[in-house]
């Protein structure tokens, strides 16, 4: 397998390559031109052994072959074998790496029968018969010293390249992890939004419907009720101030991506009941069963579904008639529902963006809550919102 390598490193394996060549350059000398030509082998095999593990492979096998072929003697040129074992296993692919070890045992038999069998033979022209003892001692030694060497070069190669592979996967999971936080913050960040942004649909919607019934009022009692019409006027401005701070303190969460703004509870569903009932809507407050404690998200869902639909109820419902809030405990949560007389012109009222954003909105809250919601008229007359949030007790430390 071809190794991607930069310039630098290359070249620094060439010089590497060099400096071994001119290190064996004086033992090759001696032995002739022969040994010469193996050594220009080797040195190349030295060369390519990162940038080409396999072809680094198959030009030392060439060498090696060349140099028994020619009768050589080991030289010191003969440990270029050994850089390229560990670089098979260091820098090759599957195959190359397994061809590697395979070289390994093969080159040890190969080189235990040269050194051991061959070269004496030729060299000395002595039968093996007349000391066979000492011929399989030294064929024994030969190749325990031969395997231990190759397979430890190889091994050592195999070893650094786990090293390098567990350093590229533990990289890649720390970017991986980083890309996972990211996701994490930028989802959190754009549910953040969408909260704010309906925590802003609720807090205009209900405060104009409010200040638009109040100035109703105030338009039709100014000739004959002054002293009404001031007290509509105070509403209205209270109730806008209010609005104008809520809008703020929205639109600064958003800015510095802030969640520990306060947001409204359970116990502000009093204090929201009285502003909608000075707006004109007569509010009928029930509540049974035991309260549970809720999760912080719950409690703003329940608070924001009640508000809305008593927004709705003032804007399109008939304000003469009286509407009905209710909350049913039991041991899993709480049943929210609104009641309220509809309009002789419901449908046309119905068509509003704003009715339409809201009844949504309404039932995304309750979901996200772990609960649900329906909104629908009634053959009554009535329509009616009800809403199921379920309790979330809080955790032990």
Same mark, same amino acid.
């Given at each position: 397998?071809?190794?991607?390598?930069?310039?630098?490193?290359?070249?620094?394996?060439?010089?590497?390559?060099?400096?071994?060549?001119?290190?064996?350059?004086?033992?090759?000398?001696?032995?002739?031109?022969?040994?010469?030509?193996?050594?220009?082998?080797?040195?190349?095999?030295?060369?390519?052994?990162?940038?080409?593990?396999?072809?680094?492979?198959?030009?030392?096998?060439?060498?090696?072959?060349?140099?028994?072929?020619?009768?050589?003697?080991?030289?010191?040129?003969?440990?270029?074998?050994?850089?390229?074992?560990?670089? &098979?296993?260091?820098?090759?692919? +599957?195959?190359?790496?397994?061809?590697?070890?395979?070289?390994?045992?093969?080159?040890?038999?190969?080189?235990?029968?040269?050194?051991?069998?061959?070269?004496?033979?030729?060299?000395?022209?002595?039968?093996?018969?007349?000391?066979?003892?000492?011929?399989?001692?030294?064929?024994?030694?030969?190749?325990?010293?031969?395997?231990?060497?190759?397979?430890?070069?190889?091994?050592?190669?195999?070893? #650094?390249?786990? #090293?390098?592979?567990?350093?590229?996967? +533990?990289?890649?999971?720390?970017?991986?992890?980083?890309?996972?936080?990211?996701?994490?913050?930028?989802?959190?960040?754009?549910?953040?939004?969408?909260?704010?942004?309906?925590?802003?649909?609720?807090?205009?919607?209900?405060?104009?419907?409010?200040?638009?019934?109040?100035?109703?009022?105030?338009?039709?009692?100014?000739?004959?009720?002054?002293?009404?019409?001031?007290?509509?006027?105070?509403?209205?401005?209270?109730?806008?101030?209010?609005?104008?701070?809520?809008?703020?303190?929205?639109?600064?969460?958003?800015?510095?991506?802030?969640?520990?703004?306060?947001?409204?509870?359970?116990?502000?569903?009093?204090?929201?009941?009285?502003?909608?009932?000075?707006?004109?809507?007569?509010?009928?407050?029930?509540?049974?069963?035991?309260?549970?404690?809720?999760?912080?998200?719950?409690?703003?869902? #329940?608070?924001?579904?009640?508000?809305?639909?008593?927004?709705?109820?003032?804007?399109?419902?008939?304000?003469?008639?009286?509407?009905?809030?209710?909350?049913?405990?039991?041991?899993?949560?709480?049943?929210?529902?609104?009641?309220?007389?509809?309009? &002789?012109?419901?449908?046309?009222?119905?068509?509003?963006?704003?009715?339409?954003?809201?009844?949504?909105?309404?039932?995304? +809250?309750?979901?996200?809550?772990?609960?649900?919601?329906?909104?629908?008229?009634?053959?009554?007359?009535?329509?009616?919102?009800?809403?199921?949030?379920?309790?979330?007790?809080?955790?032990?430390?």
């Amino acid at each position: 397998m071809h190794t991607s390598l930069s310039r630098g490193r290359i070249t620094t394996d060439v010089v590497l390559a060099v400096v071994f060549s001119i290190a064996c350059l004086p033992f090759a000398w001696l032995g002739g031109a022969a040994d010469l030509v193996v050594l220009t082998l080797f040195t190349a095999a030295l060369a390519v052994r990162r940038l080409a593990p396999g072809a680094s492979l198959g030009i030392a096998w060439i060498a090696a072959i060349l140099q028994m072929a020619l009768l050589r003697d080991l030289q010191l040129y003969d440990a270029a074998v050994l850089g390229v074992l560990y670089s &098979t296993a260091a820098h090759g692919g +599957r195959s190359v790496k397994w061809l590697g070890l395979a070289s390994a045992g093969a080159g040890a038999v190969i080189a235990t029968g040269y050194l051991g069998i061959v070269k004496p033979v030729f060299d000395q022209a002595t039968p093996l018969g007349e000391n066979v003892v000492g011929t399989l001692f030294t064929i024994g030694f030969l190749f325990v010293a031969a395997i231990a060497v190759l397979v430890l070069a190889w091994t050592a190669g195999l070893l #650094v390249r786990s #090293v390098r592979d567990g350093r590229e996967v +533990r990289r890649r999971e720390e970017i991986a992890n980083r890309e996972r936080a990211l996701v994490e913050y930028r989802y959190a960040v754009e549910q953040e939004r969408n909260r704010i942004a309906r925590d802003m649909h609720d807090v205009v919607a209900h405060s104009l419907a409010v200040v638009i019934a109040q100035a109703d009022g105030a338009r039709f009692a100014a000739r004959t009720r002054p002293e009404a019409a001031v007290e509509a006027l105070d509403t209205i401005s209270g109730v806008a101030r209010g609005a104008l701070g809520d809008v703020r303190l929205l639109l600064a969460e958003l800015r510095h991506h802030e969640g520990d703004a306060p947001q409204p509870v359970l116990e502000d569903l009093g204090e929201l009941i009285e502003g909608v009932r000075t707006a004109g809507l007569d509010v009928r407050f029930t509540e049974s069963g035991e309260r549970l404690p809720l999760g912080t998200g719950h409690e703003i869902a #329940v608070y924001r579904i009640a508000q809305e639909g008593l927004t709705n109820a003032l804007r399109h419902g008939d304000t003469s008639a009286p509407v009905g809030l209710g909350l049913r405990w039991d041991d899993a949560g709480v049943d929210l529902e609104v009641v309220n007389a509809m309009r &002789t012109d419901a449908a046309a009222a119905d068509s509003a963006p704003a009715f339409r954003h809201g009844i949504p909105g309404m039932r995304e +809250r309750a979901q996200l809550a772990g609960g649900s919601l329906r909104a629908e008229p009634g053959d009554d007359g009535m329509f009616r919102l009800t809403a199921r949030i379920p309790a979330q007790l809080a955790r032990p430390a």
